[in-house]
């Protein structure tokens, strides 16, 4: 027996908390001390093993670190994995789970399972502790656009841990026979559970390092798990459950259904909610939501793999560029510097002087409170330096009441591809108004 096990009280069982030292999580006690539990805080290199206790909480991103590199032309991701420590901690858990004990995973961050770059994509599926147990043939993980606080709890012992830390970065789905429990939803989607009643898997926002919620975070998580723990081994195991009556199979069918179509309503939202970023976004982000307006939106086949990341080009059916874009956010409106730029890269591009080129620009992105604040005219002088310089300005704000005017069928992508072809000066949408300013 253990010393650990030596000092606990009757009744009380001893869990780790690994790898908190890496998000400053940890505190100046090694130990938080509980009625039902002691949480012993381990720093990411102990020598201790997971074994050696009932339960073991620990982290997203503890075995792997992703880093974002830039030079001046290009930039990519630099990954890096500490596979010995991660191979002997997955031995630990594996015998922690075959004796009985528990290991909750805390997801705090997106799994970032693939990277593309440069049209090449590398796949990070088993890198990190979490992915491991998490890669089962039935079962598939996708990580969202945003983190969403919007969880919908579906076990009591979780309710008030997810009603002041819950935060989702991803959603699962399953299929078949699984040893699945739902702890929480995001919308239909499963955001949170438990499998085979011994691995926890818990969306959250982590406390501040300097926060005084720290010690509240842990004893609501560890009160949580430990409850649920006690009632799972009294509830039917997961290989009971599978034993279905007539009545239960046919409510199981029409939940099946009804899920699906909140699943379409879900995803259908969610790429409407999308199209709306290029109201907000900036740099590289915003190139991809732009992109992702026009492709998803509006249907256009849009080539946006260039060094300079701001250039991207619309192409017709064969692959032939159609029109030239450039995409940039600017904390206040248009200058005539960037009308002079969209001219150099469609210059570099080797394209004539003449060849149909926008500029869509998302204006006024800091400290705008309301639509109209954000919806500030394009100065006269930049609208006749564009014309003078064959270049057509499209505000992002005019770019998705575009959109709407093609989901009210009032005007089609043919419409307004023929305007980017052919038009310069600003092109300004209002309503179901549609406006080309010249000067």
Not at 131 to 140: G, H, I, M, S, V
Request: contains cysteine.
């Amino acid at each position: 027996m253990s010393k650990e096990e030596t000092e606990l009280r009757e009744g009380q069982i001893s869990i780790m908390v690994y790898g908190a030292d890496k998000f400053g999580l940890s505190f100046d006690s090694s130990e938080l001390d509980d009625r039902n539990y002691k949480l012993h805080f381990l720093p990411y290199d102990t020598e201790r093993r997971f074994s050696e206790f009932n339960g073991v909480i620990t982290f997203q991103r503890v075995f792997e670190k992703f880093e974002q590199k830039t030079s001046v032309y290009n930039a990519w991701t630099v990954h890096d994995c500490d596979l010995d420590a991660l191979d002997r901690r997955e031995k630990e858990a594996s015998i922690l789970i075959k004796n009985g004990g528990f290991i909750v995973f805390l997801l705090h961050t997106p799994f970032k399972d693939s990277v593309r770059e440069n049209s090449k994509t590398t796949h990070y599926l088993d890198t990190d502790l979490v992915k491991r147990f998490l890669n089962w043939d039935k079962l598939q993980r996708e990580d969202l656009d945003n983190r969403c606080t919007g969880i919908r709890c579906v076990r009591e012992e979780f309710r008030r841990f997810f009603e002041l830390y819950g935060a989702v970065w991803s959603v699962f789905s399953y299929y078949g026979s699984f040893p699945w429990r739902n702890l929480a939803f995001l919308g239909s989607r499963p955001a949170s559970m438990v499998i085979a009643d011994r691995l926890f898997f818990v969306p959250c926002l982590l406390p501040r390092k300097l926060n005084e919620r720290k010690e509240e975070f842990y004893h609501l998580l560890t009160d949580a798990v430990v409850t649920c723990v006690k009632k799972l081994c009294i509830d039917l195991p997961a290989w009971a459950d599978e034993f279905l009556l007539p009545k239960e199979q046919t409510l199981i069918e029409e939940q099946g259904q009804l899920s699906g179509r909140l699943e379409e309503i879900e995803k259908e939202h969610s790429t409407l909610t999308r199209f709306k970023r290029v109201l907000v976004g900036n740099d590289d982000g915003l190139v991809d939501d732009v992109v992702y307006l026009l492709t998803k939106g509006l249907g256009y086949r849009v080539n946006s793999d260039d060094n300079y990341r701001e250039d991207i080009q619309i192409l017709d059916e064969k692959g032939v560029p159609l029109v030239l874009g450039e995409v940039k956010g600017t904390t206040r409106g248009v200058k005539r510097e960037f009308i002079n730029q969209t001219d150099s890269h469609r210059e570099r591009a080797g394209l004539s002087s003449e060849f149909p080129t926008v500029l869509i620009i998302n204006t006024h992105t800091k400290n705008t409170r309301t639509l109209q604040e954000k919806d500030q005219e394009i100065p006269s002088e930049q609208v006749k330096h564009a014309v003078k310089m064959n270049i057509l300005i499209i505000r992002t704000l005019d770019l998705i009441r575009l959109l709407v005017l093609v989901q009210k069928t009032s005007l089609s992508p043919d419409n307004i591809m023929k305007i980017f072809q052919t038009e310069v000066g600003w092109l300004c949408v209002s309503g179901d108004d549609i406006r080309l300013h010249k000067e």
